[in-house]
């Protein structure tokens, strides 16, 4: 080396940066031939911000000695700053073949390799750097960010933990290392490790931010407020603190706060598809606006079209709407990212619109696993402890609500001789005369609303609970997250969703071989208790209001022949409907009594209605009542007309309680076979159509045979009071007959088995 290159690297080395570049020119200009002076003149301008001048001499370095590494590898990085990431790799692919054993050439490769995608490339590049330098810390984190970029949480979290092994006071390990455990829904564990990354750098706004969100999921609210404050109060303008505390605030009921830092977010990051996605909801289910939350969510799904659940969020509430333009294209481009895995629409909106097990059993597979995977067991009981089977029910709805109103009978009726029976409520309770009547149904009613995953598992395993129910499933203020920490030997699934749950962690569903048929138990997760007459319990004792007798106040034609049906409009699709307009064209003087439950859908509907050529006033939409209120009008209906393929469930019930005949076809999945099931039970198996012209056909028949409606409606007056469906002490015995088996197959160390319930005599 030249004095005047060594005299410049002097300069250099002190940071009199200018003074080191009129050497290194000058040393250029004495010797063009030196290579040394341009490769560190393109450090210096690298230094300076100088990219492309620095790109520049590292060129002009290489084209005197194409076989310089050093200055192949800082080529390399200037040509991924500069995005040009194609070059970049091909650069670094030469340092390597010059000097294999350097590990920084492989950790550097590697992060190239992840700026264009490809995960697994650089996962490999990693790999070899550790091969050669196994303390090298920069590459297990990059590692660790890899494995968790491609949903392997657990061995990301390893990566994470052997880095910290080398440098324990690397904050930003134990911030990444609380991510994988959040994603491993160890949320606990995760609070713990933001903690420690705070004790070491505690003005790091990210880390509060992702802190606040493990409280949140914990469900310690208050305390999370607190930490998005911090993250704000370091970063006023943080989007992603501002949504997440705006999500916290939807959590406590705050609706005005959550939309104004919702609103704030998306000032800041209007592109968003994350805040966009949470407001558009917040606006419909705290607030019914429909037409700006479907706004929203269709713009997020503009900005992101693979973004989790928001096309099945948009379709559900154009359903709401009755908005069915572009359907026909959309339901199946849905049912293609459920085969391919991709989380495109919730088992709760499939349901409404999917009528394939396969489908509905792919989709409930991918939720489970993607948002309550298999979490750490909090059990500690594994062997019979004696006297009666403990039974736990967990319900978000233990008030005036369509589930508590079909299983009051069933806890007051539960053999206090065999079972002690808890419930564990996940939701908010009510003032209410069915509130009281199930505190005092239960032995005990346990509130968990307010605690976290682990911490309610916990709550479930202390009262040593042997069957543990799940009457959510997908639907309401349903806790999976409980049930995947596997509290109790034996976890059930019965009533509020109809279908699998496609979790490991869930035993049994309790079912008849109405709507799970013994060719369809390879579409279940879960083994199938047969029960032997109808899997939906009723109650013997629910009111029965008299029965409303002026047509005129519901607005009904006092000679009209009066087709109904009360379902959410979710429910109702094209096909549906138009058999029902078929229907009411044969049927002359009749009309169509719908619920009316968003905005628009009244207006939509009546223009589908024209479209078939059927006068608006022959459909008359019914508000929203209360439920007495609600089952006093029934009876002025003539006949219910069922959907598909999601059939009238809780509804269908109401139905045939008031004495108002019910008409269906079984489809292809539980969900609609349920009113099959119902009306089985109820003795008016005549009413089951076995295709969707036979439905058309018996519901104009029915209309013009009015001796043969009424003495359907005869029937059913005299079977309410002796038929299966409504005798809630021999459903009670029968599903306690279950639960004793499913309890006694774990006591004897033997593996869930589908099975039949024994009937009564």
Same mark, same amino acid.
């Given at each position: ?80 700053? #500069? &995005?040009? $990431? ?6 670094? /692919?030469?340092? *390597?073949?010059? +000097? =294999? !054993?350097? %590990?920084? @050439? ?43 970029? #491609? &949903?392997? $949480? ?6 994470? /933990?052997?880095? *910290?092994?080398? +440098? =324990? !006071?690397? %904050?930003? @390990? ?43 999921? #914990? ?17 006023p303008h943080h989007a992603g603190a501002l949504h997440n505390r705006g999500a916290t605030f939807w959590d406590l009921g705050r609706y005005d706060e959550a939309l104004a830092d919702f609103n704030r977010a998306l000032a ?32 997020a799904v503009a900005l992101d079209p693979h973004y989790a659940y928001a096309r099945g969020e948009v379709l559900h509430l154009r359903m709401y709407g009755g908005d069915w333009r572009g359907l026909a294209e959309e339901l ?430």
């Open positions: 080396m030249t004095s005047a290159l060594q005299q410049a690297l002097s300069f250099h080395r002190m940071g009199d940066l200018a003074s080191a570049e009129r050497l290194y020119v000058q040393a250029q200009a004495l010797d063009p031939a030196d290579f040394t002076a341009w490769y560190l003149l393109g450090g210096l301008r690298l230094q300076q911000g100088r990219s492309a001048e620095a790109l520049a001499s590292f060129d002009r370095t290489l084209a005197l000695n194409p076989n310089q590494p050093e200055a192949l590898a800082a080529r390399g990085g200037v040509l991924r700053g #500069l &995005g040009r $990431f194609g070059e970049a790799l091909e650069s670094y /692919d030469k340092a *390597i073949a010059l +000097r =294999p !054993q350097q %590990a920084e @050439l492989f950790y550097n490769r590697g992060l190239v390799c992840l700026e264009l995608q490809r995960r697994q490339e650089a996962l490999a590049d990693f790999d070899r750097a550790l091969a050669l330098k196994a303390d090298y810390v920069d590459a297990w984190n990059a590692r660790g960010g890899t494995q968790y970029a #491609l &949903g392997h $949480f657990g061995e990301a979290l390893a990566s994470f /933990d052997r880095a *910290i092994v080398f +440098r =324990p !006071q690397f %904050a930003a @390990l134990h911030h990444n290392r609380g991510l994988a455990l959040q994603k491993m829904a160890r949320s606990e564990d995760a609070l713990a490790s933001y903690d420690r990354a705070l004790a070491l750098r505690p003005g790091d706004a990210e880390a509060w931010n992702d802190r606040g969100f493990a409280l949140k999921t #914990l469900k310690q609210r208050a305390e999370a407020l607190a930490s998005f404050a911090r993250a704000l109060a370091i970063a800041l990051a209007p592109d968003s598809p994350w805040t966009l996605h949470n407001r558009g909801n917040l606006l419909w289910e705290s607030k019914k606006l429909l037409e700006p939350a479907l706004r929203d969510l269709e713009r199946p481009a849905i049912d293609r990212c459920v085969r391919h895995g991709e989380p495109a629409i919730k088992p709760f909106m499939y349901q409404a619109v999917s009528d394939s097990p396969a489908d509905l059993y792919a989709c409930a597979k991918l939720h489970a696993a993607r948002d309550y995977p298999v979490a750490a067991e909090v059990r500690v009981k594994n062997t019979r402890r004696p006297g009666k089977i403990r039974l736990g029910y967990m319900c978000g709805e233990f008030r005036l609500h369509a589930t508590a109103l079909l299983t009051a009978g069933l806890y007051e009726a539960h053999d206090r001789d065999r079972f002690e029976v808890t419930a564990f409520d996940t939701g908010a309770g009510d003032d209410s005369s069915l509130r009281r009547r199930l505190e005092a149904a239960f032995d005990k009613i346990i509130d968990v609303s307010a605690l976290g995953a682990p911490q309610a598992a916990r709550r479930v395993a202390d009262e040593d609970i042997d069957i543990l129910v799940n009457l959510n499933g997908y639907y309401g203020a349903h806790r999976m997250d409980v049930f995947a920490h596997r509290p109790a030997p034996v976890q059930v699934t019965f009533l509020g969703f109809p279908g699998t749950l496609g979790a490991p962690y869930i035993d049994y569903i309790v079912a008849d071989r109405v709507v799970i048929p013994e060719q369809e138990r390879p579409f279940y997760a879960e083994q199938v208790v047969y029960l032997p007459d109808c899997y939906q319990v009723n109650d013997a004792r629910r009111e029965t209001p008299e029965a409303a007798a002026d047509r005129a106040q519901f607005g009904l034609p006092p000679a009209a022949f009066v087709y109904c049906h009360f379902n959410h409009n979710y429910k109702l699709m094209p096909a549906t409907f138009a058999r029902w307009m078929s229907i009411l064209r044969r049927t002359e003087g009749s009309v169509l009594w719908l619920l009316q439950s968003s905005e628009p859908f009244a207006g939509n509907i009546r223009r589908a209605a024209a479209r078939h050529g059927i006068a608006e006033e022959r459909l008359i939409f019914a508000p929203v009542l209360g439920q007495r209120e609600h089952l006093a009008r029934l009876p002025l209906g003539d006949l219910f007309l069922d959907s598909h393929p999601c059939n009238a469930h809780t509804t269908a019930s109401d139905a045939l309680w008031m004495g108002l005949p019910l008409l269906t076809y079984a489809g292809n999945c539980f969900s609609g076979r349920v009113a099959a099931s119902l009306l089985r039970a109820v003795g008016l198996p005549e009413l089951v159509a076995d295709s969707p012209q036979a439905y058309e056909e018996l519901a104009v028949a029915l209309a013009k045979d009015p001796v043969l409606l009424k003495g359907l409606r005869q029937e059913l007056a005299e079977n309410r009071k002796s038929a299966p469906l409504f005798d809630t002490g021999r459903f009670t015995r029968h599903i306690e007959s279950g639960y004793a088996t499913m309890f006694d197959r774990w006591q004897s160390g033997r593996r869930p088995e589908s099975f039949s319930v024994t009937p009564l005599a």
